[in-house]
């Protein structure tokens, strides 16, 4: 990393204008320093004076900057970290967290009952981690850990007791899997953006539960349950059960703090967990949606935004709604735009404000010539090719790293 | 505006008031433009400023009053259609070529501007002038961007502390 050029002795400072300008006051200089873009630029300006970089490292000043401005795109995390590419603008920074931050979260924090920690989901920065049995005939909490790469703390969430487990009249025999999601406090305060919850989804063959960690608490406790006949007594249209008897859901999206969104597989619903009511309910698609993905963000001035997209297909459907209370029927999703993607994709993921998709890159002779990571801006519409994948990675969860840095 | 009695009797005009720069220049402007301004605006509504009297503004030199007011009567029309709804597209580009050329001057005279804008809290300018000091210091070295905010060069033990910090963002300086 080339140091930052020694700027005092060489250049012959223009002394006189420097001492006629008014030293300006902390309040005014925040007011600038909030209409800085550039995440270099705001690290250059805190490496100016010592008083810069107190204001700009205040936790006060970083909300503020942060409502204003999106998370930096940085990379993607599966097994290791891989930096965005250029001429991606988060290849800069990204490139060099590689040297910078413990990406390698096994070598920081002590090991789990079984082998290694795998990264489950990425918000805020932070990274939440799981350490699973992985033995598929008897299921077993696994145990989990928030990490923060940059500051290297990390923090071991207690198991989920067994009185809980019982209560919510869960039989560890009908769980099949574990999914895992992080989700960031939206406080104003400091404490509150420190904070987070863990939301732990058991799935299976007759129902799904969902508990939940407070770091405030440092307890878990009961989310909500919904049984797959509920559903179908619904009079929802749901695919036949997989032969063990659950339904298959789609991963998740979510995006605004409060709401959490599963693709009923063969379906045109969503399931929606609404975190601070600590509910279950469904929301209806356009019709014809019973292939596709989708990935749910808030959009502003009480409106939802989905984007839709047929897997293999060189195009996204973007939709709006009106969010109203009680998902009335009443309001319909309007097809706002058709977003042309550069090759044939797959969704795999989302992360605030962006949508990411695999693609695949063929030759005239329709062979596998090469495969890219493209994130969606949801706010602009924006398409990037964040960097090219290995096929080694095809299959592995990926998880987009994004931050707004100096956090 | 129904002022009982409407400032020095230009019946039927707007509502005028008086503000006093800190070297007592008297300024009489619409009492509209000058409600731009947060500070002066709970004052306009309680009839102050009008006949002789005057609102003094102890902390403001005429020069920069003057460019004050000329920023506030240029907006005053757009800030009574509350962020003008009906303003044409071409109103709206008029005073985005107003806003660029306004601060395209003289550094000494923008940070007195900005120091005005904020003590009158006048939000519309703050913020104008702030970006524009930030399009300033963008692609500056340290000690280019100390300068320009009107920062002495560093000591050398906080030049020391600096340069460690340097290095931890060795990133923002490829």
Redesign the interface.
Known sequence: MAAPPPSDEETPPPVLEATLLPRLPDEILELIFLRVTSYAELARISTASTSFRRLILAPSFLRRHRARHPPLLLGTICCHFHPAEQPHPGARIGGSLVHLAAFSFNNYIPRGRWSRWDCRDIRDGRFLLMCDSRDWRRFVFPDLAVYDPLSKRYRLLPLVPDSLIASAQLQMNKIQHLEVLLVSSSGHTEEEEKSFQVIARTHGTERTVIFVFSSNTGHWIFGASIAWDDLRAAGLNLAPATPTGSLSLNYAQYDDHSSIYWKLDGSDNVLKFDVNEMEFSTMNLPPDHTRQSVAIFKAGEGRLAMFSHTPYTAYVNHYTIMQNGGGSATAEWQLENVIPLPCNCTFIGALQGYVFLLGYCHSKEETLVGMALYSLEVKTLKLERVHGMQNLDHGQSQHAYGSWLFS | MAAPESGDGNNGAARMVTLISSDNTRFEVEAAAASLSQTLQLTILDGGGGGGDGIPLPNVDSATLSKVLEYCIKHAPAAANGGAPNATAVDRAELERFDNEFVNID??VL??L??AA?NLEIEGL??LV??K??DM???????????T??????TPE??A???A??????????
Request: proline residues 7%; charged residues 25%.
């Open positions: 550094q000494s940070y007195s900005i120091m904020h703050q913020s702030a970006k000091v930030a210091i963008k692609g500056k070295s340290p000690m280019e961007i100390r300068r905010l009107g920062f002495p060069d560093p906080e030049q502390e600096m340069n910090h340097m290095l931890e963002y060795g990133w923002a300086y490829e």
